[in-house]
């Protein structure tokens, strides 16, 4: 998903507190920040809140490559709104993590040299209009299909994030599917670039669930801890289930030959995507890592004088001030 | 690091006469760019008519730790509540 792979961190605690702990989220109370939490909680959530965070501010590259080749005005204002609602989710979550005793800095550090994480969906270029929709209504639908059972996560800074977050997300996904329906009804060109669309994005897409949950080892205890609420794979079905006929009725063909509906399970099965491709796109070696690396640290440096401008005139003033009074 | 942005707490009034409500936090150099930023950030819906925003290290907070004795004494006066009083059906609405 937004956070993938989240290895879970073990706890050394006092028994008698972490029983106590748990015995609170079992009874669904939400944990704030100022509560005694394990350490194992308290890093874990760092690491993948930090991820969902980074995920949204990297997010906005892909699309922002397209805001100024929108093909008319009013599509372009649409797309803006949409990569300035993603900045807003990065400030979310970036301000929930922040809770946990992390600073701002610490978090866009660890993302500039690559200590953290971001989803290795964005990995993926964005080579066409048709992919504004693709990426809206695959890449945002499969966010919102983590994002909202995350509504209930037991961290409350993190679990309100969400709420705010998952409000937004049904314009996204609507948006790109829009975008998708008036290409899929336009000309033969048209029509020809929202396949391609799909057929580029559908197995990236199906990657944000992450691993078949049998190799994940660490989802048991963040499940237990709730801050992961589902399954992987039940997930990655939900999704597929769900996409599959928003494709047909776009007259679209899901890129997968062994698609097919299963009567007894009442979904469809389908093929996992390409999970060495996943974790070499993991190690950065997707087709555009370097690039929105280099985006990120290119946006931090140029952006220094800005920072360091405003606190300067921030302390003049407040000296001013005080001399003043 | 020593000169990052300090954090604000961003409290906003609804549209609907209520009171101001925590939202969130952000980060600014000064008050003014912590308002501007609360506007781009937590009312890009019109979720707003009023914004305040509060240093974050300006803020006291209660501890957690001390939940029970901190509010044991309202705990233990029931009779605050009006539906202590059996209040017979015939005196009508009170
Ligand atoms: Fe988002
Ligand atoms: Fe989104």
């Given at each position: 998903?937004?956070a993938?792979?989240?290895k879970?961190?073990?706890t050394?605690d006092d028994p008698?507190?972490?029983?106590?702990?748990?015995?609170?989220i079992d009874?669904?109370?939400?944990i704030e920040p100022?509560?005694?939490?394990p350490?194992?909680?308290?890093?874990t959530?760092?690491?993948?809140i930090?991820q969902?965070?980074?995920?949204?501010?990297?997010?906005?590259l892909?699309?922002?490559n397209?805001i100024t080749r929108a093909?008319?005005?009013e599509r372009?204002?649409i797309?803006?709104a949409k990569?300035?609602?993603?900045a807003g989710?990065?400030?979310?979550l970036?301000?929930?993590?922040?809770?946990l005793?992390?600073?701002?800095?610490?978090?866009?550090?660890?993302?500039l040299?690559?200590r953290?994480k971001?989803?290795?969906?964005f990995n993926y270029?964005?080579?066409?209009w048709?992919?504004?929709?693709a990426?809206?209504?695959?890449?945002?639908g499969a966010?919102?299909?983590?994002?909202v059972?995350?509504?209930r996560?037991s961290f409350g800074?993190?679990?309100?994030a969400m709420?705010?977050?998952?409000?937004?997300?049904?314009?996204?996904?609507?948006q790109?599917?829009?975008?998708?329906m008036k290409?899929?009804n336009?000309t033969e060109?048209q029509?020809?670039?929202?396949q391609?669309?799909?057929?580029?994005?559908?197995f990236?897409?199906?990657?944000m669930?992450?691993?078949?949950?049998?190799?994940?080892?660490h989802?048991?205890q963040?499940?237990?801890w709730k801050?992961?609420?589902?399954?992987?794979?039940?997930l990655?079905?939900?999704f597929?289930d769900?996409?599959v006929?928003q494709?047909?009725?776009l007259g679209?063909?899901?890129?997968?030959?062994?698609?097919?509906?299963?009567e007894?399970k009442g979904g469809?099965?389908?093929?996992?995507?390409?999970?060495d491709?996943f974790?070499?796109?993991?190690?950065?070696?997707?087709?555009?890592n370097t690039?929105r690396?280099?985006a990120?640290?290119?946006a931090?440096?140029?952006?220094?004088?800005?920072?360091e401008?405003?606190?300067?005139?921030a302390?003049k003033?407040?000296?001013?001030k005080?001399?003043?009074? | 690091?020593?000169?990052e942005?300090?954090?604000w707490e961003?409290?906003?009034?609804?549209?609907h006469?209520m009171?101001?409500?925590?939202v969130?936090s952000?980060?600014?150099?000064?008050?003014?760019?912590?308002?501007k930023?609360?506007r781009d950030?937590?009312?890009?819906?019109?979720e707003?008519?009023?914004?305040?925003?509060?240093e974050a290290?300006?803020?006291?907070?209660s501890s957690?730790?001390?939940?029970?004795p901190?509010?044991e004494?309202s705990?233990?006066k029931?009779?605050r509540h009006p539906t202590?009083?059996?209040i017979p059906?015939?005196?009508?609405?009170?």
């Open positions: 998903m937004y993938q792979m989240i879970s961190e073990a050394k008698e507190k972490l029983a106590t702990f748990q015995a609170r009874a669904g109370d939400k100022k509560d005694w939490m350490e194992g909680y308290r890093k959530l760092i690491r993948q930090g969902h965070a980074h995920s949204e501010i990297v997010g906005q892909p699309e922002g397209w093909p008319t005005l372009k204002a797309l803006l990569v300035q609602d993603e989710h990065g400030l979310y970036y301000c929930a993590a922040e809770t005793g992390v600073t701002r800095d610490e978090l866009t550090e660890m993302l040299d690559g953290m971001y989803s290795s969906i270029p964005t080579l066409t048709a992919d504004m929709g990426v809206g209504w695959l890449v945002d966010a919102i299909m983590n994002q059972p995350l509504q996560t800074p993190y679990a309100r709420v705010r977050i998952c409000k937004e997300e049904s314009f996204h996904q609507r790109g599917y829009d975008i998708m290409m899929a336009g060109a029509k020809r670039m929202a391609d669309a799909l057929n580029r994005m559908w990236p897409s199906l990657m669930f992450g691993p078949s949950d049998a190799e994940s080892v989802s048991e963040s499940m237990s801050i992961k609420m589902n399954g992987n794979d039940e990655r079905q939900k597929v769900q996409t006929p494709a047909e009725y679209l063909t899901v890129p997968d030959p062994d698609l097919k509906w299963n007894t469809y099965d389908f093929t996992g995507p390409d999970w491709e974790f070499e796109v993991l190690k950065g070696n997707g087709p555009c690039e690396l280099a990120r640290n290119k931090w440096d140029d952006g220094a004088w800005v920072r401008g405003l606190m300067a005139h302390a003033k407040r000296s001013a005080m001399a003043a009074e | 690091m020593s000169n942005w300090p954090l961003i409290f906003i009034r609804g549209q006469g009171s101001h409500r925590h969130g952000l980060h600014a150099a000064d008050e003014a760019g912590a308002i930023n609360a950030v937590y009312t890009r819906r019109n707003g008519v009023s914004i305040w925003v509060v290290r300006n803020i006291t907070a957690p730790s001390e939940k029970g901190m509010y004494p705990e233990s029931v009779y202590f009083f059996d059906d015939d005196v009508g609405a009170m």
